[in-house]
């Protein structure tokens, strides 16, 4: 049986060494990817193609509710599970609606974690990657308002960073996009743009 490919995303970093201890003598999974937080889990998993995404619920940023509805963009065969110290009832049901298949409450045992990534990697996947290139991004006529508005705060960021890892992402709108991570500063996310049009041009 093949390996279970795992990304995990938590900004604690006691916690990032402890999973890796937990799962250390685990055949049937392997950790390729490591994030800090949710910017990072998206960039990971647009790359890696995980099968499973573990992603703590409050991250800074990108939270994990809004992780796990950009990884649905990014990395449509990923399952998502929510972690978290809360166990709110209205919390769990917002990581569902979310899509989100497992709320795991923190501290959970080595049994816990594997029986739920598990369960969460036998559910079929939403879309194949196939499909959501015949899909227009679900966020575009936002995105485009916000850069009518000039916005380039965090709340926009995290909209555009969306919109660019989208197969649909158009051009002339990433194009834009480019010159507000250059005024952010984030160089990674202005790469990842640079490497898209310079695809598009290379398809043309």
């Known amino acids: 049986m093949a390996k279970l490919r795992l990304l995990i995303a938590d900004d604690s970093s006691d916690f990032r060494r402890n999973v890796r201890a937990m799962l250390a003598d685990e055949r049937n999974f392997d950790i390729i990817a490591?994030?800090?937080?949710?910017?990072?889990?998206?960039?990971?998993?647009?790359?890696l193609q995980p099968d499973v995404a573990v992603l703590d619920l409050h991250m800074p940023g990108m939270n994990g509710l809004e992780t796990v509805q950009a990884l649905a963009r990014v990395s449509p065969r990923t399952r998502c599970l929510i972690m978290s110290v809360d166990h709110a009832y209205g919390r769990i049901d917002a990581a569902r609606e979310a899509g989100a298949l497992e709320y795991l409450v923190k501290p959970f045992s080595v049994e816990e974690f594997i029986a739920s990534v598990q369960r969460a990697a036998a559910v079929t996947p939403?879309?194949?990657?196939?499909?959501?290139?015949?899909?227009?991004?679900?966020?575009?006529?936002?995105?485009?308002?916000?850069?009518?508005?000039?916005r380039m705060d965090d709340e926009a960021a995290r909209a555009y960073l969306e919109?660019?890892?989208?197969?649909?992402?158009?051009?002339?709108?990433?194009?834009?996009?480019?010159?507000?991570?250059?005024?952010?500063?984030?160089?990674?996310?202005?790469?990842?743009?640079?490497?898209?049009?310079e695809a598009v041009e290379a398809e043309q």
């Open 126 to 150: 939403r879309y194949t990657t196939d499909q959501l290139r015949n899909e227009p991004p679900l966020n575009q006529s936002l995105v485009l308002t916000m850069l009518k508005t000039g």
């Open 34 to 47: 490591i994030a800090r937080d949710g910017f990072e889990a998206l960039e990971m998993a647009r790359k």
């Open 163 to 197: 919109y660019i890892h989208h197969p649909n992402a158009q051009p002339e709108t990433l194009a834009r996009l480019a010159e507000i991570f250059c005024a952010r500063r984030e160089w990674k996310h202005l790469r990842h743009i640079c490497e898209r049009m």
